[in-house]
């Protein structure tokens, strides 16, 4: 079993920062892949960026070179750095792990972006 907690959500004005964190715990030392999921208002969840344990990382084309995902084994957190926030970025933001066949998910944190 693996618990996500996620982190840092909030209200920000388009143009600017906000860094969400995912702290992980239980049997953390089998997950493999992390990545953050979004999910808008009458959307589909969608997916924002992934990191394999050795830190390979892929992004939607809507999130590339504004946002950065990173990870820290050692102390089991994964992080997503975003920048020039837009009010399309709006939305609930989840951490999800994979381990083996079994994939986590954390309760999500709002991010809000204002015109």
């Known amino acids: 079993q693996v618990q996500l907690v996620e982190s840092g959500g909030g209200l920000v004005q388009a143009g600017g920062s906000l860094r969400l964190s995912c702290a992980a715990s239980?049997?953390?030392?089998?997950?493999?892949?992390m990545a953050w999921y979004r999910q808008a208002p009458g959307k589909q969840r969608e997916l924002v960026a992934t990191?394999?344990?050795?830190?390979?990382?892929n992004y939607a084309d809507s999130v590339k070179g504004r946002f950065t995902i990173s990870r820290d084994n050692a102390k089991n957190t994964v992080n997503l750095q975003m920048n020039s926030l837009a009010p399309e970025d709006t939305a609930v933001y989840y951490c999800?792990?994979?381990?083996?066949?079994?994939?986590?998910w954390g309760q999500g944190t709002q991010v809000t972006v204002s015109s």
């Open positions: 239980g049997s953390i030392a089998s997950i493999g892949t």
């Open positions: 999800n792990a994979k381990v083996s066949l079994v994939i986590y």
């Open positions: 990191i394999t344990r050795i830190g390979t990382t």
